[in-house]
C-alpha cells in the first residue's frame, strides 16, 4: 500500500533514471513491515524483479540513485548490505504493524537521509564507514574476471586461438547484459561450426564478431548443428587427432615387438644356416613372423 501523495514527490522526479523508479516501486511490496529488505542487488533481482532485463549493475546504479536522492538508505551490518525505505510507515495508508511479522533485519544504526522538502544535491546522511559500493564492485569484478576467463578458455578450446583478455569488453558487456556461459557457449559452437571451414567467414570467429551487441541475440537463437566431417579418399570421414595419434602409438608397439622378436631369432637362424639345416631356419623364421603378427592382432583389438 502507497499513499497517493508519493506522486508528487520531488525526490522521485529529481531520480535521472526510469529504472530507479520502477525498482522502487517493485521493492516495496517486498519490504518488511519496517520497510527493510537486503541491500545486495544479487537479491533484489532475485526478489522483485525477476522478469525484468535489468542486470546485476544496472540494479546496483539505481540503488545509489535512491540512496542519494534520499528515497531509500543502504547501510551495512556485520558485513551484510541492507536497505531501508525512507519513511515507509508514512506513505502507507492503514498499515498495521501488529498484524505483520517482526522484522528480521536488523535496524540502520547510523543516520538517516535528512526531509528537507527540497531537491537533495548532495548524498544522503550515512555512516562513515559505508563502503557499500566498493564492496560490491570488488565482489562482482571477481566473479565476472572469473567468468570471462572461463569463457576465453573454451573460446580457444573450440577455435584454436589463443586470446588472453577481452579486448574491447564485448564478452563483459554481453555478461552485464544478463548472458550467462551457456549463451556463450552456444554461440561459440554455433558460429565455429558454419564457419571453421569457410575461408572467407573464418576470419570472423572473434571476440568483436560472435559478441557484438547487434550479433549476439542473432547468433544466439541460430539452432546448433554439428559439422558433418568431410569424407576422404576411403568414402570414410577424416580421422580426429587423438585418432591418429592412436595409430601412431600402434604402429610404433609393433615395429618395437618386431625389432625384439627378430634380434631374439636371429642367433638361433644364423645357428641353423651354419650347419646346413635350411629347414630349420625358415620355421623359426615363420615362428617369428607368426608371433609377430598375433602381437599386431591383439594389439589392434586393444588387447595387448
Known sequence: ??????????????????????????????ADCEGRHSGDPRDIKEDCC???????SQIAESLLELHEVGL???YVVEDKQYLEI???DD???????????ESEIPPNSGIGPEDSGELRTTPAKIPLNLKFNLKFKVNTNVEQKALIQKILTYFNEVTGQKRKADTG?????????GHGFDDFKHVIDTKTSQWQDDQKMHVFIRPSTLFRPSNFEDYLNEPY???TPTKGKDGRPPKTDAEKERDRLTDKAIKDYSEKAWDAAMPKIEAARKIGDMAKVQAISDSTEEEV????????????
Request: charged share 30%; glycine share 6%; net charge positive.
Open 72 to 74: 531509500l538508505v543502504l
Open 169 to 177: 569488453g564485448y564478452i563483459s558487456g554481453r555478461i552485464d547484459d
Open 91 to 101: 506513505f502507507q495508508k492503514g498499515l498495521h504493524k501488529d498484524r505483520e511479522a
Open 225 to 227: 548443428q554439428s559439422p
Open 1 to 30: 500500500m502507497i499513499n497517493k501523495r508519493i506522486a508528487k514527490s520531488d525526490k522521485l522526479a529529481a531520480l535521472k533514471k526510469d529504472r530507479s523508479r520502477v525498482l522502487y516501486f517493485m521493492i516495496y511490496p517486498h
Open 50 to 56: 525477476p522478469r525484468l532485463p535489468y542486470t546485476i
Open 293 to 304: 603378427r598375433k602381437f599386431s592382432g591383439r594389439i589392434s583389438r586393444g588387447e595387448a
Open 86 to 88: 525512507y519513511r515507509f
